[in-house]
């Protein structure tokens, strides 16, 4: 190994070798790290997470009004059926 390999090689085991002992300290000190807070509420973010996005997904459907994809032809329906249901062709 060339001089110049052994330093880079030496200068990177330095740098992890810091960043271990300071996760190690951070820990140590009763820090929580992100792996810790995924471990414990990470079921309950995606709960969360599904439920947001199965709202947004119904709202974009249904819309308010006649706004929506879907909500337009469910408004269109109920119409259509009360008219016939009050003797309307």
């Known amino acids: ?14 740098i992890f070798s ?4 300071n996760r190690v300290n951070y820990v140590q000190k009763g820090g929580v790290l ?3 807070i ?3 509420y990470g079921p309950a973010l995606i709960t969360v997470v599904a439920i947001i996005a199965l709202v947004a997904v ?8 006649s706004d929506g994809v ?3 032809e469910f ?3 109920i119409t259509t059926f ?4 009050n003797g309307g062709v």
């Open 34 to 36: 992100m792996q810790d």
């Open 18 to 21: 810091q960043i271990y002992k």
């Open 70 to 72: 879907v909500g337009k």
């Open 75 to 77: 408004s269109n329906l």
């Open 82 to 85: 009360f008219e016939k249901a």
């Open 58 to 65: 119904v709202t974009f459907l249904i819309g308010s009004g």
């Open 38 to 40: 995924l471990k414990e």
């Open 1 to 14: 190994m060339s001089r110049e390999h052994s330093a880079r090689y030496s200068y990177f085991i330095t």
